[in-house]
């Protein structure tokens, strides 16, 4: 089984299908690149959003789609702009001699190449209006979400309610 990560804009559906494995390499070398460069409260809490599809849960049953992202329309430009900024760096790379692995860049740049079209064609107008205080109501008081964002100490990716993405892939 696998997963897909969807956009779908003006009848026109984008999609992105990983299996199992690949997910988790995607996610770790997103997270990995870009926890470092998230300054901002929004920028944190998509690398949560992201770190919590991890495949601990149900292999197979961790994709999503874009309008489903914690996004605010006063901080959309910024967010948007940080998210290409964390493809780039995956892109380049960053941060990967942490994994105790090395990921197939090939196959993850085909991954992020269409995980940047997806998130370069998202608008202020298609963000959901409730997809962020629908996500940040599900988050009990001692979810990192709400604790300050703390990270793995092996890692330095900020955790989700199910620990770090890296450790558990």
């Given at each position: 089984?696998?997963?897909?990560?969807?956009?779908?804009?003006?009848?026109?559906?984008?999609?992105?299908?990983?299996?199992?494995?690949?997910?988790?390499?995607?996610?770790?070398?997103?997270?990995?690149?870009?926890?470092?460069?998230?300054?901002?409260?929004?920028?944190?809490?998509?690398?949560v959003?992201?770190?919590?599809?991890?495949?601990?849960?149900?292999?197979?049953?961790?994709?999503?789609?874009?309008t489903?992202?914690?996004?605010?329309?006063?901080?959309?430009?910024?967010?948007?702009?940080?998210?290409?900024?964390?493809?780039?760096?995956?892109?380049?790379?960053?941060?990967?001699?942490?994994?105790?692995?090395?990921?197939?860049a090939d196959?993850?740049?085909?991954?992020?190449?269409?995980?940047?079209?997806?998130?370069?064609?998202?608008?202020?107008?298609?963000?959901?209006?409730?997809?962020?205080?629908?996500?940040?109501?599900?988050?009990?008081?001692?979810?990192?979400?709400?604790?300050?964002?703390?990270?793995?100490?092996?890692?330095?990716?900020?955790?989700?309610?199910?620990?770090?993405?890296?450790?558990?892939?």
């Amino acid at each position: 089984m696998g997963n897909i990560i969807t956009f779908d804009k003006n009848d026109t559906a984008v999609s992105l299908s990983m299996s199992n494995s690949g997910t988790d390499v995607f996610l770790n070398v997103l997270l990995i690149s870009g926890s470092p460069l998230a300054e901002t409260v929004d920028q944190k809490r998509l690398l949560v959003f992201l770190a919590e599809k991890d495949q601990i849960v149900s292999k197979g049953c961790s994709g999503f789609d874009i309008t489903e992202l914690p996004l605010a329309p006063d901080t959309f430009n910024e967010d948007k702009a940080f998210l290409i900024s964390v493809i780039n760096a995956a892109r380049e790379q960053k941060n990967w001699a942490l994994l105790d692995y090395t990921p197939n860049a090939d196959i993850i740049n085909r991954y992020l190449d269409k995980f940047e079209a997806m998130i370069s064609a998202f608008t202020v107008h298609d963000i959901n209006k409730t997809a962020l205080q629908d996500w940040l109501s599900d988050k009990d008081s001692d979810d990192p979400v709400n604790c300050g964002f703390p990270r793995c100490r092996k890692h330095g990716v900020f955790l989700s309610f199910f620990g770090c993405q890296i450790c558990n892939s």
